[in-house]
């Protein structure tokens, strides 16, 4: 978390184009930085699929957008399954995704686990629940539905891919990423380990999606890619791990001094997604920061031979998972 601050005047809905006919999809959207951003698509008058894996929370999330918007010309809000935690239920979901539609315009990897509060878990495949939600699923979900993405942008239409990154990542000082030994890191002698692990899971997605852009540009691919930064958000993830501490309204009340509302985390996400494409800022392979400028990311993300050697051991294992 932390970073620059998002601007205080910014109003994506006065800002940015309608998204009237555009099919988005928006991992991690029942709460949180992604609710914040699905309800500006929404009010964008986007067609936006909700991918998260908790009902009950999908229910909520579902009531409080029937309660909050029903003004003219919002678009339309459907649920979709997705667990990102085995990577096998990340490929079933995006299979079932592209039975339901015949294109998709834009991608948000927004989902993750921002605290295992203390307590990692290995998933079925024993990889640690960082790694497999915040890099794993997010890789195998965009894998598989990068043929709906290609084909979509194939018309001619404006096909896009948002990884939402961290500037966290620039305090990375492990840096190996080419085993599951590796992966699984628990950063047990460290001062934070449980903060450390996951920013060594969103380094794995700057790498990712570096590398990613990189591919497809050698592919002449049409799909754009790229990485946004949210800024520091007091978001309905980071409540509920204060809520873990002791006297948790002191700590929120501390943290609502220094981080920001959740509903200006979307901006970057929904500036990248939504943003004309002569925008300057809307660049492939670009990193987006509050305000919605262009940042530069941790040096350790341009590092090309990790790129490779994580898209090679990720291949590799996901090949021996047979997925
Ligand atoms: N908050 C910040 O200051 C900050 C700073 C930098 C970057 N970010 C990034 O911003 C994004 C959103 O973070 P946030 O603060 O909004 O977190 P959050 O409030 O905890 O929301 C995370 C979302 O991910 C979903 N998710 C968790 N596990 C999942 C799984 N196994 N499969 C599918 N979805 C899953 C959650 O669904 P459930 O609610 O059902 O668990 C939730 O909707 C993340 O990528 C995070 O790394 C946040």
Redesign the pocket.
Known sequence: ?GGAAPSKVYNPLNELPSMKGKIVLV????????FATLQCLLRLGAKVYMA???EQ?TKDALERIKREGTEPGLGEVIWHE????NPRDAKDSAERFMKKEPRLDVLIN?????TDLGHPQLNVDGIQDNMA?NYL?PYVFTRTLLPLLESTAATGDDVRIIN?G?D?VKDVTFLDYSSKKAWNHKFSFTMLPTLNRYKYS?LAVHLWTNNLAKRLTAENSKVLVMLV??G??L????IRSLKQLPYPPFWIWMMSKI?HPQER?AFTSVFAACSPRDTPEITHGGYINPPNVIGRQAPAAYDEANQQRLFEFTEALLKELEV
């Not at 997705?82 to 935690?85: A, I």
């Not at 927004?110 to 921002?114: E, Q, R, V, Y």
């Open positions: 978390m991992t991690g959207s029942s709460s949180g930085i992604g998260v894996p908790d929370r997705l667990d990102l935690k927004n989902a993750a686990l921002i939600i699923g939402v961290s966290g969103k930064h949210p520091g958000i978001s309905d993830g980071a981080l985390g």
